[in-house]
């Protein structure tokens, strides 16, 4: 028996397996970014039971459009046919829309699913293909017709071919497009509902064609229910499941987004409060929340645990003859090291600037800190790679235990500080454990580093001036500044109690300026006075060298004061000037390029490279007071050495000058082997400027000595 379908019924077909594709395609995405597990499982239920109302909706749709007109008997005309009354079992159509919804349930769960490899695929779209099938011939099995509907064989095997190809098809579309960040996914969605709307139409109306019905069959199953109403009614209520649970979706999404935003926002600020921007270490906030929960595990388990504190030595030489950005590098590439060398378990933070602690947690005993800390001073040996470049920084490093050293996260950090800058002063790229004699002398640092930052103002420097003497004929030759330090509370402070400090601190940099403008002011205040005129020879130290604006910022200083550059001479160690032997080359030439002498000081203390001494072609080289001594005390090896040097010097057109000159045995050797100038207690102590002005007034003139300026 020919049948007919109402065409206005399957463009409702289309249209509703085209929205119920699209719905799964956006709760595929949406249940794929869920990562809440009970959430997950409810939109998965959800989601399921709107796509399977979807499908079967679409086929009960298409269902109604069959028309089957009865076999015409000869009392009948065409026009007075009428079709067979169709109708559908109950429990056989709810069990066709329970296996739509099953289906759309592993539909959806295998497309959010991580793991989904091609054979999982093709499994996957063959079992949903057959699940498709089975509810399209369930569905029409409800209509129980009489006698039974037969099927073409070749449609009905095309039809569940078509079934698995639009489910496999289907599957991998909504796996492509469930990432919701794609470029025009909505309209990729919208593009692909359509397609996978035609395979499940194409499928269904393949099936039906497949159906073939017997003259004079009957609907076992007809019930006389309107079919308009049926259309009507199902059409509204799959639309409106369908629209509501896409909504639904949207709403929830933007509602997580938000949600998930705010989280993420809350979490990066909770970040940037708790760690460094620039190593990802936990700041000083997040190492006293761990510290804190590592004080309550030591007391309740009564275990030590350690602190390092630590700096890098000569950082802020590599900042300022560097750049910043080198620093910035050598700072990560530090933290890094860090880690390397310390547990999963322990917590390296920075402080700022560069300085970084280390927590060391339960500790089987003092030494392993020890060990530790001598770990990572071997590993820094090798050399930090920043760029194309491998720079040589050393951390000193102090300890502090727990219990032994303090019962507060403060109190140990301060004592592992202390214990550090003891391991500065011992020579640095070192370790110190902290102990109780160490805070004694960090009050006094502290005590003196506040008296070097009130020193200007409150008038507590001044400068002496030792003065230099020809070796020949015992003409003044000159004058060396020293700095002085007198404190209404501490009274005179040698130059070793704060140098050093100043030198820790970088306050020496300020300080040295200072040095630089009094000494002038007293040269001013001579010259007014008509006293002959003198060079006066002023230390540089190892600050003041890595100052990429020294030169500059002197020769402002002199010129302001209005004398000559070449009444200055300028002293630097021979440590500091072999340091960056380089570096040391340029600040020569610059100084000599504006009339200013230079001189090395301390000269066989340390390790002077011969090239460089060449390239330095500095005026004087200073001779440390240890050969000077020797000249006593090691009889003629003694004298030898000395020979040696001023031969040296005078091969490089230098002059010699001999510190420490104490005896006139000495005095004697150092003019038999021709030394240049003699300074010492024996020829003069240091004198204030008074003093030295009376010194200057009582000599009829300096030989040898610079023009006025």
């Not at 497009?177 to 969605?189: E, H, Q, T």
């Not at 499940?200 to 019930?223: E, K, L, R």
């Not at 000159?478 to 970088?506: K, M, N, S």
């Amino acid at each position: 028996m020919s049948s007919s379908y109402s065409g206005w019924l399957v463009a409702l077909s289309l249209a509703v397996a085209v929205l119920a594709s699209f719905t799964a395609l956006d709760l595929s995405g949406r249940i794929y970014l869920l990562t809440h597990r009970g959430m997950r499982h409810a939109w998965l239920a959800v989601g399921a039971t709107a796509m399977g109302i979807g499908i079967w909706s679409m086929h009960f749709i298409g269902m109604l459009a069959l028309s089957l007109p009865p076999s015409l008997s000869p009392s009948l005309t065409p026009l007075a046919a009428k079709t067979i009354p169709l109708g559908y079992d109950p429990a056989i159509t709810a069990a066709s829309l329970g296996i739509a919804i099953a289906i759309s349930w592993a539909a959806l769960w295998l497309v959010a699913s991580e793991r989904f490899t091609r054979w999982r695929l093709a499994g996957a779209g063959i079992t949903l293909g057959l699940g498709i099938a089975a509810m399209h011939y369930s569905g029409m099995a409800a209509m129980k017709m009489d006698p039974a509907i037969r099927y073409d064989p070749a449609l009905f095997i095309a039809s569940i071919l078509i079934a698995i190809a639009a489910a496999t098809a289907a599957l991998w579309i909504a796996r492509t497009l469930r990432d919701g960040s794609l470029r025009y996914v909505m309209a990729k969605r919208v593009g692909a509902a359509c397609v996978m709307g035609l395979a499940i139409t194409a499928m269904h109306y393949t099936g039906m064609s497949a159906a073939s019905f017997a003259a004079g069959a009957v609907c076992g199953a007809a019930n006389g229910v309107s079919s308009s109403w049926l259309v009507t009614t199902v059409s509204l209520f799959t639309f409106l499941i369908l629209v509501t649970t896409l909504l639904v979706s949207r709403l929830d999404a933007r509602t997580s987004f938000l949600a998930t935003s705010v989280l993420q926002l809350n979490t990066q600020i909770a970040r940037m409060a708790t760690y460094d921007a620039l190593t990802d270490l936990p700041n000083r906030r997040a190492l006293h929340d761990a510290a804190a929960r590592m004080l309550i595990n030591s007391r309740r388990d009564q275990r030590r645990f350690a602190v390092l504190f630590m700096d890098l030595d000569g950082f802020k030489t590599i900042n300022d003859s560097l750049g910043h950005n080198v620093g910035d590098d050598v700072l990560r590439a530090f933290a890094k090291r860090l880690r390397k060398n310390v547990n999963g378990d322990d917590v390296v933070a920075r402080l700022g600037g560069d300085e970084f602690v280390v927590l060391l947690g339960s500790l089987s005993s003092p030494e392993v800190a020890g060990r530790v800390a001598q770990r990572l001073l071997d590993d820094m040996r090798d050399g930090l790679k920043v760029g194309n470049q491998s720079l040589h920084v050393m951390p000193s490093i102090g300890v502090a235990l727990f219990p032994d050293d303090g019962d507060s996260i403060d109190l140990l950090l301060k004592h592992a500080d202390t214990a550090m800058y003891e391991a500065k002063c011992a020579g640095r790229g070192i370790f110190r454990y902290f102990e109780p004699r160490m805070n004694a002398a960090a009050q006094r640092t502290w005590e003196i580093q506040q008296a070097l930052h009130d020193a200007e103002n409150e008038q507590y420097f001044s400068l002496h001036f030792q003065p230099k003497y020809r070796g020949d004929t015992e003409a003044l030759a000159g004058a060396e500044a020293l700095l002085r330090l007198t404190h209404p509370t501490f009274g005179e402070l040698q130059p070793a109690d704060f140098i050093p400090v100043a030198e820790r601190t970088g306050q020496i940099v300020q300080i040295g300026y200072w040095v630089v403008r009094e000494t002038c002011r007293h040269i001013k205040e001579w010259d007014a006075a008509g006293l002959p005129p003198v060079k006066v020879a002023i230390n540089l130290s190892p600050r003041q060298m890595a100052q990429s604006l020294l030169v500059e910022n002197i020769v402002e200083i002199v010129r302001n004061a209005g004398i000559a550059c070449s009444r200055l001479m300028f002293e630097i160690t021979e440590t500091v000037a072999m340091s960056d032997a380089q570096h040391t080359v340029d600040v020569i030439r610059a100084f000599q390029d504006h009339g200013f002498e230079v001189a090395i000081d301390d000269f066989g203390t340390g390790y002077s490279s011969l090239a460089y001494l060449q390239r330095f072609r500095v005026k004087q080289l200073k001779m440390d007071r240890f050969f000077t001594n020797g000249l006593d005390t090691c009889g003629r090896e003694g004298s030898a050495v000395v020979s040696a040097i001023i031969a040296l010097a005078h091969s490089l057109d230098m002059d010699v000058v001999a510190e420490g000159v104490e005896t006139a045995s000495q005095r004697e050797a150092l003019r038999t082997l021709d030394c240049d100038e003699l300074q010492g207690f024996l020829l003069g102590k240091p004198l204030t400027s008074d003093a030295f002005a009376r010194l200057l007034a009582s000599l009829p003139g300096i030989p040898g000595a610079p023009a006025m300026a």
